[in-house]
């Protein structure tokens, strides 16, 4: 199955992905509510994507109390029955990445549901960060990269800081399009920039 | 990382011919099905005009000092053995892709059951005294599987063998010699 996969180099920390995720699934701005969420370690350096990998053993299955998440066994997607979520955060706490979320709007833990196949996350990211693939289209792009990386002599040690990619101007109209588009509400270039601004902040005070 | 027992497999990118005797072999040799690839021949295009040029590059596990895999596996299913090789237990396994993710050279690959598997050095031919599969059966030995200090003595014998090859060959050439 197709799962999301994230490439922290390529990651600019705008935080679009999260804005796009919490206005798509509980329709407004709010970074905590969103089921993807991007991790750092220390002062502006993107480290992992928090979102459900749909595990083949899934941790939150055999927590869960109330039997209402499954794992489907042709599509292999992990999904729940949130109306009978009685918020005993078990899933949360089994989690091994800490992707599951509870949302106050709908008063029950959630988690990412690939927007049916087709996620807004990985359609509004600027850089290109997010991908949609199954397991060996992602291993094959790694390995190519890494060797292309290695005969051109571009290939970064992990101790290297390098500075954050930015995003090019157009792209902040492109990705303001599609989401306005996805979601039904109007969201401006300017909106998102200022969004972007506020979320590497907050990862520089995280960082301190 | 101790130099003396880590085994690598090293492989000498200006022998690589892209035959891919390594992906077959490995896959007989694991009895893989189809998908998933414990080594990969990567082909990545350089330079332009006349120096432009196709190179090689096999990626199998490069299993690392530090392991990125062994420390985002949440159950602990990965694991490095006392001679550097990394294994996977796939029965404790959940399948959660955190060790593709966290791999830098994307070798991590999944069966039809979702569970991990990996190169692992043909652990049972090594456990044998026997070269893992790929090594063995390279037709240009661009692969070679050892330790990390047998490595080096084996490339600085080459290097010692043949002026044509090293990093000063071209000077050496030009130079006569």
């Keep these: ?208 | 990382m101790n130099t003396r027992t880590q085994r690598i497999l090293y492989i000498d990118t200006r022998r690589c011919m892209g035959c891919r005797a390594c992906e077959t072999v490995c896959k007989l040799e694991n009895d893989l099905p189809a998908g998933p690839r414990y080594t990969m021949v990567t082909e990545v295009e350089t330079g332009e005009g006349f120096t432009e040029k196709l190179n090689f590059l096999p990626v199998p596990c490069q299993h690392c000092g530090d392991a990125p895999c062994v420390r985002a596996c949440p159950t602990g299913a990965i694991y490095k053995r006392a001679d550097g090789i990394v294994l996977t237990d796939g029965s404790r396994c959940i399948g959660c892709h955190e060790c593709l993710l966290a791999c830098p050279f994307g070798v991590p690959q999944f069966g039809a059951n979702g569970r991990m598997t990996k190169c692992t050095m043909c652990v049972h031919r090594i456990d044998e005294g026997a070269l893992p599969a790929c090594a063995a059966n390279c037709p240009a030995e661009a692969i070679l599987c050892d330790t990390v200090e047998n490595v080096s003595r084996i490339l600085r014998e080459r290097y010692g063998a043949s002026a044509s090859y090293g990093p000063f060959a071209a000077e050496l050439q030009e130079a006569g010699r």
């Excluded at chain 1, 919490?22 to 089921?35: F, H, I, Q, W, Y």
């Excluded at chain 1, 979520?85 to 949302?103: K, L, S």
């Design chain 1, 1 to 208: 199955m197709k799962r999301i996969l994230f490439d922290p180099k390529q990651c600019s920390l705008c935080g679009v992905c999260e804005t796009a995720c919490s206005l798509a699934k509980g329709g407004s701005v709010d970074a905590d509510r969103s089921r993807i969420r991007i991790e750092t370690a220390g002062e502006e350096k993107p480290l992992r994507a928090a979102v459900c990998r749909h595990c083949e053993e899934p941790a939150c299955v055999t927590a869960c109390m109330r039997g209402i998440i499954a794992k489907d066994e042709e599509t292999g997607l992990v999904s729940r029955k949130w109306e009978d979520c009685f918020r005993c955060a078990a899933c949360t706490v089994y989690c091994p990445v800490g992707a599951i979320v509870e949302d106050p709007s709908l008063h029950a833990f959630v988690s990412c549901d690939l927007c049916g196949g087709d996620p807004l996350c990985v359609q509004v990211c600027p850089n290109g960060a997010l991908r949609f693939e199954d397991d060996g289209a992602a291993s094959a792009w790694k390995r190519s990269l890494y060797a292309e990386q290695m005969f051109t002599g571009t290939l970064r040690t992990g101790a290297e800081v390098a500075p954050l990619p930015e995003v090019p101007e157009l792209q902040w109209e492109k990705t303001a399009g599609i989401l306005s588009a996805k979601t039904g509400t109007s969201v401006t270039a300017t909106d998102l920039k200022n969004r972007c601004e506020a979320r590497k902040k907050a990862a520089r005070e995280e960082g301190l």
